[in-house]
């Protein structure tokens, strides 16, 4: 099982310098105040896997603002043959708005590729209201959802959103300057576009057909059983279509688009208009309408199951980052949580202020943060 044996963060969020080792697969127990750094902890964390990390920030958000020294975040990941890989991703000082990856001293140059190194998934307090959000942020939290499971996804959505960019820009241009946009440059965006959105809408529609069989075939105790849909133009295209007549029916659709995408200054149609919609299945009420417990409650269940299945396809479960984990959850459903997440296996990071709220954890490691340091608590 791959997991992090060691972790050092440099010029990171609140982090000067501070490391820590010997770091187990099991149940990592991270203890702080408030504003000491948990968050942080987890987000350097989460960057060692594909994407932005759990917050979405930008590279020079992460940077410190007493450190000079370009941010960075390493570890040491050991699989379950013992084997290690050091793993670092930080400022590129050379251009320092962009990311530099490396592993083993080499530059990775496919952010996809560090799936095949580290998974990770996570469950934070900003994402409690995601029931509530706007359709934008759970199209965000799917596609974390798609990649962690198919690393391939990144460069899917890479593709897209560089394509994206240029058709706007292009018709934009052609809108202000009142001028006829160049029809082929155009056709050869959305041919591209038409292809990607497809593979894009098919990866999202088997991730949740998956997740949904696991959630209702696989019991979490104490846990709400969540129906799970897409509700979209492409998803229902994918569904009464071959691929192909799907791709044609897109590629018709942007062009169809043109002028109205160049005066709005954005996208109608794709991706973009997809959303996640969640059923409580037991009280038959969306989840927008729970309470803020049983919305918690639901967004557990969706994060158990997804490890559960990227585990059954790689035989590896992902890192998982819990934090603040038990907020909303009364002593009873908290215990279930982490008896479901003790048979799961792995490492499991979980925060919070008061370490008596974990005592039922019987096979953990503790760590402290206090003065921007990381260290052991025995």
């Not at 295209?237 to 200054?265: C, H, P, W």
């Not at 479901?340 to 925060?351: A, K, S």
Request: glycine share 6%; aromatic share 6%; proline share 3%.
């Amino acid at each position: 099982m791959a997991y992090l044996s060691s972790l050092s963060l440099t010029g990171f969020r609140n982090y000067n310098s501070t490391s820590i080792n010997g770091l187990n697969n099991q149940f990592i127990v991270l203890i702080g105040d408030n504003g000491a750094g948990k968050t942080n902890c987890l987000e350097g964390i989460s960057l060692l896997s594909p994407g932005r990390g759990l917050r979405g920030a930008s590279v020079n958000d992460c940077q410190s603002q007493t450190c000079p020294t370009p941010w960075a975040v390493s570890g040491k990941i050991t699989d379950h043959d013992d084997d290690k890989t050091h793993l670092g991703v930080g400022r590129n000082p050379d251009n320092p708005s962009k990311k530099i990856i490396r592993a083993d001293g080499d530059t990775i140059k496919n952010q996809s590729d560090l799936g095949d190194i580290l998974r990770t998934m996570w469950l934070t307090p900003q994402m409690d209201g995601l029931f509530l959000q706007s359709s934008s942020e759970r199209r965000r939290f799917l596609d974390r959802l798609v990649a962690t499971f198919d690393p391939a996804h990144v460069g899917r959505m890479t593709r897209m959103e560089k394509a994206t960019r240029e058709r706007l820009s292009i018709l934009k241009q052609a809108h202000e300057k009142n001028m006829i946009a160049n029809a082929t440059w155009l056709s050869g965006l959305e041919n591209i576009m038409a292809e990607t959105s497809i593979a894009i809408s098919i990866a999202r529609s088997e991730t949740i057909q998956k997740l949904q069989h696991i959630i209702d075939n696989d019991f979490f105790k104490n846990f709400p059983i969540a129906q799970l849909n897409l509700h979209g133009d492409l998803e229902t295209a994918i569904t009464n279509k071959s691929a192909l007549e799907a791709e044609d029916y897109a590629r018709e659709k942007f062009e169809n688009m043109r002028d109205v995408d160049g005066q709005i200054g954005r996208t109608h149609f794709g991706i973009t208009r997809t959303d996640m919609v969640a059923t409580y299945t037991e009280k038959n009420v969306n989840a927008a309408q729970c309470s803020t417990g049983e919305q918690k409650a639901l967004l557990t269940t969706i994060i158990l199951a997804h490890a559960q299945m990227v585990e059954k396809r790689y035989g590896v479960p992902p890192v998982l980052l819990f934090d603040e984990v038990c907020a909303h959850f009364d002593a009873t459903k908290r215990d279930s949580l982490f008896e479901i997440l003790n048979d799961f296996g792995g490492q499991i990071w979980l925060t919070g202020q008061d370490e008596t709220a974990f005592s039922s954890i019987q096979n953990k490691q503790r760590i402290t943060i206090q003065d921007n340091l990381l260290s052991h608590c025995e």
